[in-house]
Antibody, heavy 118, light 110 residues
Framework: EVQLVESGGGLVQPGGSLRVSCAASGFTFSRYWMTWVRQAPGKGLEWVANIKEDGSTTNYVDSVKGRLTISRDNAKNSLYLQINSLRVEDTAVYYC???????????WGQGVLVTVSS | DIVMTQTPLSLSVTPGQPASISCKSSQSLLHSDGKTYLHWYLQKPGQSPQLLIYEVSSRFSGVPDRFSGSGSGTDFTLRISRVEAEDVGVYYCMRGRHPKTFGQGTTLEI
């Protein structure tokens, strides 16, 4: 059974940093692109970033370039999202998902809440 | 920037009746490889999103056949032939190519 479990969320002050993680199991993690999608409270879905199977290629939505870094450790079956210079508007549930053929997100985690507030 | 526009933003449907959601892209989603990178998701209350339809009209595994997708180029439609109570939630269309972009979402209620 495919499982994606996010962790590392919490309350952070504006300007701070945080790394959220996604632990994958039940599939060959190293063979899949992976993606992060976020959802601000009461709002819609926003794609944030994705990363190639071997980590050699990353893509970001323009609004987060320079502040967010997606990475992965295939030996640990783990995906990461480093968020720097946190802003109130980064407050959201962050989901990891498999990013598969034709760019569809097939398997999703349960999400982790990041709250940016003073 | 590519904009995905869904209409309506909300709809209320009686069980057993059909429902339809439109998604319009500001640019054609037909790629040179012949595929159209348009997908549909449903986010049920309190849950993570789930894939319903990929590449315009292909139902994902386990999705009931009352769900169907159609369209081409910039105009797409998700149809539910007979709405059931379990179909409530927010439906999103999404462009599958970079930059991946979601529509605003359409809330379906019974």
């Amino acid at each position: 059974e495919v499982q994606l479990v996010e962790s590392g969320g919490g309350l952070v002050q504006p300007g701070g940093s945080l790394r959220v993680s996604c632990a994958a199991s039940g599939f060959t993690f190293s063979r899949y692109w992976m993606t992060w999608v976020r959802q601000a409270p009461g709002k819609g879905l926003e794609w944030v970033a994705n990363i190639k199977e071997d980590g050699s290629t990353t893509n970001y939505v323009d609004s987060v370039k320079g502040r967010l870094t997606i990475s992965r450790d295939n030996a640990k079956n783990s995906l990461y999202l480093q968020i720097n210079s946190l802003r109130v508007e980064d407050t959201a549930v962050y989901y990891c998902a498999t990013d598969e053929s034709s760019g569809r997100f097939v398997f999703w985690g349960q999400g982790v809440l990041v709250t940016v507030s003073s | 920037d590519i904009v995905m526009t869904q209409t309506p933003l909300s709809l209320s449907v009686t069980p057993g009746q059909p429902a339809s959601i439109s998604c319009k892209s500001s640019q054609s989603l037909l790629h040179s490889d012949g595929k159209t990178y348009l997908h549909w998701y449903l986010q049920k209350p309190g849950q993570s999103p789930q894939l319903l339809i990929y590449e315009v009209s292909s139902r994902f595994s386990g999705v009931p056949d009352r769900f169907s997708g159609s369209g081409s180029g910039t105009d797409f439609t998700l149809r539910i032939s007979r709405v059931e109570a379990e179909d409530v939630g927010v439906y999103y269309c999404m462009r599958g190519r970079h930059p991946k972009t979601f529509g605003q979402g359409t809330t379906l209620e019974i």
